[in-house]
């Protein structure tokens, strides 16, 4: 009865989410279809993720690898997963190997994971993987995020340097506390700004990730196309982060 009572508050929540999503979209002159909603399903259980599956959601995403390779086999092959934060380059390979329908990685903030995704998708041997450069926006030490003056030559070394990765745009947590500010977002875009000039590239051939549960409307608003939503759909996490 509980578990029930979870699974469909869990349907309802990610309607919400789709339509302020919507409007968000609108308010800044977009469409709904510009802002990809990824939902977040990290902590929860299977079943519960099956739930929003099939609502006809197909985007979701998870940050732990031991405990995304253990789920991803279990649920269906026409999930377009992304991995989202930090990852160990230790731990590409078998990522790549666990979830063959791996569409994203959102989280590669230096030329080793990024030289070590490109050499796991070559010797597994699957279509190219789609990455975002993850950019620490806060201006306060943190392990993960390259330094905004660096993510020109980061993206550079993305495009040039590793022919199986595709580089599709830059993502941001925000503060160390995963909270955001306007100037996180502000930072996010100027960055892409800078890489679109420096590399010659359009806009829109630069996505923008940014935005969680808490400011994903304002981060629609200040460009963002991707937004990453966990407890807003699935309820609060059951455990802390860690890794
Ligand atoms: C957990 C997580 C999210 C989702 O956080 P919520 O505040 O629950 O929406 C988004 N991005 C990253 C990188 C995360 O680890």
Known sequence: MAAQAVESAAVTA???VLHRVRHAAERSGRHADDVRVIAVSKTKPISLIRQVYD???RCFGENYVQEFIEKAPQLPKDIDWH?????QSNKAKSLLAAVPNLSMVQGVDNEKIANHLDRAV???GRKPLSVMVQVNT???ISKSGIEPASCVDLVK???FSCPNLVFSGLMTIGMPDYTSTPENFKTLSRC???ICKELGMLE???ELSMGMSGDFELAIEMGSTNVRIGSTIFGPREYPKKQ
């Open 55 to 57: 609502t006809g959601h």
């Open 122 to 124: 070559s010797s597994i």
């Open 157 to 159: 070394h993305v495009k």
């Open 83 to 87: 991995f989202i934060g930090h990852l």
């Open 14 to 16: 990610l309607r919400s």
């Open 192 to 194: 892409r700004s800078e």
């Open 138 to 140: 806060s201006g306060e």
């Open 204 to 206: 829109k051939q630069c």
